[in-house]
């Protein structure tokens, strides 16, 4: 366990012994660091391909959570943890596993899931399955609920909607959107219906977490239209593009597209700084993403790349956004909205400002 990770434990631990302390603690930032995967943003390899033909090709729906506004930020729910779960698509299966660049077996994929949005769970799929509140049966089952198997329960996965959960099936296989083709043995909701943090701890109760608005799905992403030139940062910007021989407005459009220009925005999933680098991108590259010149530095020699392997300005933003595994399984633009739409701002931008 690396020393971000024991932090990120402990802090997971104290909020569960002190509920007040649940709406200030840090969101895990995930560090999927794999040889198998290209470095990217925030959406990175997220939207890996499913494993099987016959499952819907979205049957979640757009990859943004559904969210509920308080006053202290984003109320996690369990649309949040499906749309959570979802980044972990395409990792291998390893048993006993629990690190997403080596495998992760189907509890750890669970457990993972929800450590990221400040929730922690046991390890094991057999205490797991006692968790939260029992539901009746699948029809009553919503996004985020955990569906068990076995009893004492032997394998677990995260209910996605539309009768499909998101689970690591076994060896041989890849974290998946699958089909529930048997009933489960239990349904747990961890997520209570009613939003608010718990008043106190049943044995097996859990809180319910309100995001931090700095980590909030809107907070490092914006939706503002209009032309990049004049932008901030922009002496530095094409600083960059003639180093590294990139088309002219490329940098300064996905800085508007990732953070708004913001050098201290934080995603949900991890993403850090003006140019939204994972921190495992910004480790690769050596540089400090919230340093707003090496965060330029390190997204220009990314997408310096991603253009060499491509040939292609959308091409190189769509591995920019959602990895380049996804990209070339497609042989082109993934068909997620949220990549589509990215490709598509950032491609405006660049024309307002030309």
Known sequence: ???????????AAISQLFPALATASAQSAQLIDSTSRTFGSEFESAMAAMASNDVPSDPIG???????????????TGQTVVSDARRYLGVPYLYGGTDPSKGLDCSALVQRAYADLGISLPRTSQQQATMGTAVPSLAQ??????????????HIGIYAGNGSMIVAPHTGTTVQIQRITQTPS????????TAGVNDGFAPNAVAFVARPAALSSTSALSTTS???AGAPYAAQFAAAERHYGLPSGLLSAVAHAESNYRPDAVSTAGAVGLMQLMPATAQAFGVDPTDPAQSIDGAARLLKGELDKYGSIPLALASYNAGGPTVDKFGGIPPYPET?????????????AA
């Open 340 to 352: 589509r739409n990215y490709v598509k701002k950032v491609m405006t931008y660049m024309s307002e």
């Open 226 to 228: 209009g032309a990049t």
């Open 141 to 154: 089952a919503k996004p985020g609920d955990l569906v068990c198997f076995g009893d004492p329960a032997t």
């Open 1 to 11: 366990m690396s020393v971000v990770d024991d932090i990120q434990s402990r802090i």
């Open 62 to 76: 757009s990859a943004q959570a559904a969210t509920q506004s308080m006053a202290t930020g984003d109320v996690v």
């Open 186 to 193: 239990t349904i747990r909701r961890i997520i209570p219906d």
